[in-house]
């Protein structure tokens, strides 16, 4: 229980009143009797209705002036803790702390009060959070479809190094900020049969002995800086429509029981594993539940204000994020054809010109594929659809490419018993966008290189961003003060403005000052490393840090073998000139992801073996953060010196991890991949350290022959190191890993292996003049203007879904 005294309304008279007033109305509380939880809660409760209202503005002015509305389907949201976005967009957070600190609490202890919303996992569901800041920022009517998960991703437990997965238990400390709309429960159907009837050349359509799924609308809700805007996040709960008392009479408890359970645990869990077939037919569930649900929103709020869906191409964009949503293209067609009666050419001009898509791999795993029997047993109507769509979407090709069958069949959407997701989007929808200029080419050349030569004006490129006012402005507040005074607020809604900032990249006073505030951020970060893991870290050492999914593609292996392979130079030569540094990883791998889960264990191994070696312990600390998320990140960022970008050339989409370290001051040491090539052109050559082969230096290397043993046998540094990981420490081997780059090695990591690490020689070396280092980093935050999210959002406004913001 917090110290308390009573409230000096003078300071914040109505937000002390709203708290309040909620205090007594919600808990029965007087402030005198409160716990933080408590202020917690109520406070949630009050900027809830303040959204809310402010939400009904925001759409009755989007409906005053006939605007288009954006619905952004995404299987995650990683949004994060919503307290303190939403205190500092609505210009909130000097008010609360001082109503706060009258009832004797500090406002910081409630942030830490909430959970992160276990909404998503990566990159994909970072990008969707930080869309809906912007959309509201710019004044763009929109509205997030996802689902409403009970246990999120999973929260990360390493034992013995091995990553376990546990419950994330994330909805009692997120729930207050979820709005119920019972209003809005939708009917989903699974399974079951299909029947179809002729009367008078009317089609009908009887979808029999289904299982209905109900789907139970919660609103989240995203407020714009100054309040400009408010976005919704629409998150579906899956539930029975209630226990079958048939079964249940008859004496079939667990039976009856069964069919609730089945129905709820379609929104337990973010991505359960699909290494097999009821994995494979839950994740089909989730998303065809989610689609399902939503178009079916967006068709009835549409009816709302206009008569017909004729016109729905003009006040609708939806957005297929990734191929998750991909089956909301069938849904519409069904809701078009069964329900309200359009003809196939009518319905399908009106989904063509209503859907976008935005592809975020060159992964072929990734690019999303159903087996058909399952397809067609779990979704039958939504099958029937999908195979109709196939077969006029063949024709047609095979007419504009003149007969070429090899060509029409690599674009079919179904194929040799499978259904292919991204496909349909290709065929489908008006747009395709890659996320950086060099993925959007790939896209071009190589995934979709076939529908490219087809239909060339589809494809289209948005560069990601990142939402900066959550990134620099409140995960870096010592920064933020520091460009407020040296270029001006403008920057917080105006990222290109930090551009002013290069003005200041030869004034020894600024240099010193933007030192001054990094070191204090490494302090920071120090101890809170020391309070979470027990490891005492030199905030003047070089803080290198790698950060994202644990993927091989992303080379976090790369990082870990010229750790072991600078670890064993030192022992060999203690006296050698070297930078201390320190390794910082944070990464979750897929639960069903073996050798990624053995890359974590033999990243944890060496960190107990190095940061236990009194031989280097004035050099070198390795940190593996456990449970890596986005508060976790909104600490370390501000930290960073180096930014670890190093994803073979040619396999990461664009990553937005790098823009959010280079935005706080860190330096890219990576490969000419994804956004990085932007990053590059953005800081030029002497401002980021280049390593490895470029996207068509691997394509050469495949076409000859890549051969990672032959580089184990010449390479006596390789060798080495192998060789230890071999033979192992800390009482075990990492065969797995080092066979994983002897015998495959798909993303080349041995290739790059000697480039990678002259380039961390000479980023430390640099790092040695510390005012040139600064410089550097200076400069990559006066560069990453041109990535925020703002300017995303305005890019696919302008060019994809032509939708202008409210005047």
Not at 74 to 100: I, P
Not at 132 to 161: C, H, M, N, W
Not at 297 to 311: A, G, K, M, N, Y
Not at 432 to 448: A, C, M, P, Y
Request: glycine share 6%; with cysteine.
């Amino acid at each position: 229980m917090a110290a308390k005294k009573t409230a000096s309304k003078a300071q914040a008279p109505s937000l002390a009143s709203l708290v309040e007033a909620k205090l007594s109305h919600n808990f029965s509380l007087q402030p005198a009797d409160a716990s933080n939880e408590h202020f917690y809660n109520a406070l949630v409760l009050v900027l809830r209705d303040k959204l809310r209202a402010a939400r009904i503005q925001h759409i009755h002015e989007a409906h005053e002036q006939d605007a288009k509305q954006v619905y952004y389907l995404c299987m995650e949201f990683l949004m994060g803790r919503s307290l303190k976005n939403t205190l500092y967009n609505l210009n909130l957070t000097e008010e609360a702390e001082q109503v706060m600190a009258s009832y004797g609490v500090k406002l910081e202890k409630l942030y830490e009060l909430e959970s992160d919303a276990g909404l998503g996992n990566g990159g994909l569901g970072r990008l969707a959070a930080c869309f809906l800041d912007s959309l509201a920022t710019e004044k763009i009517p929109a509205i997030g479809y996802s689902l409403l998960y009970e246990y999120g991703i999973f929260r990360q437990k390493l034992v013995d190094g091995w990553q376990t997965e546990m419950p994330d238990m994330w909805l009692p400390g997120g729930k207050s900020w979820l709005l119920p709309r019972p209003e809005l429960t939708k009917r989903v159907l699974f399974d079951g049969n299909v029947r179809e009837s002729w009367n008078e050349g009317h089609h009908s359509i009887e979808h029999e002995n289904a299982t209905t799924v109900l789907a139970q609308a919660y609103d989240l809700m995203v407020a714009g800086k100054d309040g400009r805007g408010v976005s919704t996040l629409r998150l579906w709960s899956a539930t029975a429509p209630g226990m079958d008392m048939s079964l249940f009479n008859q004496g079939e408890y667990m039976r009856a029981m069964e069919q609730k359970a089945m129905a709820e645990v379609i929104t337990q869990v973010l991505y359960p594993a699909d290494n097999h077939r009821e994995g494979k037919s839950l994740r089909l569930s989730q998303q065809y539940f989610l689609v399902s649900a939503s178009v079916q929103d967006i068709v009835e709020r549409h009816l709302q204000t206009h008569p017909t869906l004729d016109d729905l191409p003009a006040h609708a964009a939806v957005h297929i994020n990734d191929t998750h949503p991909t089956l909301a293209i069938p849904e519409l067609m069904r809701i078009l054809l069964d329900e309200c009666g359009y003809t196939w050419d009518d319905a399908w001009s009106i989904v063509t010109r209503t859907f976008a898509y935005t592809n975020h791999t060159v992964m072929a795993e990734a690019l999303e594929c159903w087996p058909e029997d399952l397809f067609r047993q779990r979704l039958p109507r939504i099958y029937q659809i999908v195979c109709e769509i196939n077969d006029r979407f063949g024709a047609a090709m095979m007419k504009a490419t003149n007969g070429d069958v090899e060509k029409v069949s690599r674009m079919a959407i179904v194929s040799y018993g499978v259904v292919k997701m991204a496909n349909l989007c290709v065929a489908a929808c008006h747009s395709v966008n890659g996320v950086s200029r060099l993925h959007s080419e790939i896209v071009k050349d190589t995934v979709f290189h076939d529908a490219y030569t087809v239909t060339p004006e589809k494809f289209k490129n948005v560069t990601n961003g990142i939402a900066h006012r959550r990134w620099l402005c409140q995960a870096n507040p010592a920064l933020t003060a520091f460009l407020t005074e040296r270029i001006g607020d403008g920057f917080a809604l105006n990222g290109a403005e930090l551009a002013k900032l290069r003005d200041f990249a030869d004034d020894k006073a600024t240099l010193e000052e933007f030192a001054a505030i990094k070191r204090q951020n490494k302090e920071r970060f120090a101890k809170y490393v020391q309070k979470q893991c027990g490891v005492v870290l030199d905030p003047d050492s070089m803080f290198d840090v790698q950060v994202k999914r644990l993927h091989e593609y992303k080379r976090q292996h790369l990082n870990a073998l010229n750790i072991l392979h600078t670890y064993l130079t030192l022992k060999e030569n203690p006296q050698m000139e070297f930078t201390p540094r320190t390794y910082l990883f944070g990464a979750k791998s897929a639960p069903g992801y073996y050798v990624a889960k053995e890359i974590i264990r033999f990243i944890c191994y060496l960190a107990d073996l190095i940061n236990n070696d009194p031989a280097v312990k004035d050099k070198m600390k390795v940190v593996y953060l456990e449970d890596y998320r986005v508060t976790l990140a909104e600490r370390l960022m501000p930290s960073a010196d180096i930014s670890e970008q190093i994803s073979l050339a040619g396999t990461e989409a664009s990553g937005t991890g790098n823009m959010k370290l280079m935005m706080n001051g860190a330096v890219t040491l990576g490969t000419l991949d994804g956004a990085n090539v932007e990053i590059y052109n953005a800081v030029g050559d002497d401002n980021i350290f280049l390593f490895g082969m470029r996207t068509e230096d691997v394509e050469a290397l495949k076409r000859q022959g890549y051969d990672p043993r032959a580089l184990y046998n010449q390479n006596p540094r390789i060798h080495r190191a192998i060789d230890f990981m071999y033979k192992g420490f800390g009482g075990r081997t990492f065969h797995e890993v080092a066979d994983a780059l002897v015998a495959r090695d798909p993303y080349m990591v041995l290739a790059d292996f000697e480039d990678y690490c002259r380039a961390q020689k000479l980023s430390g070396e640099v790092y040695r003049d510390r005012e040139r280092f600064t410089r550097m980093a200076l400069l990559n935050t006066a560069g990453s203007g041109i990535f925020t999210s703002d300017r995303a959002i305005e890019d696919y406004a302008r060019d994809i879904w032509h939708a202008a913001p409210l005047k």
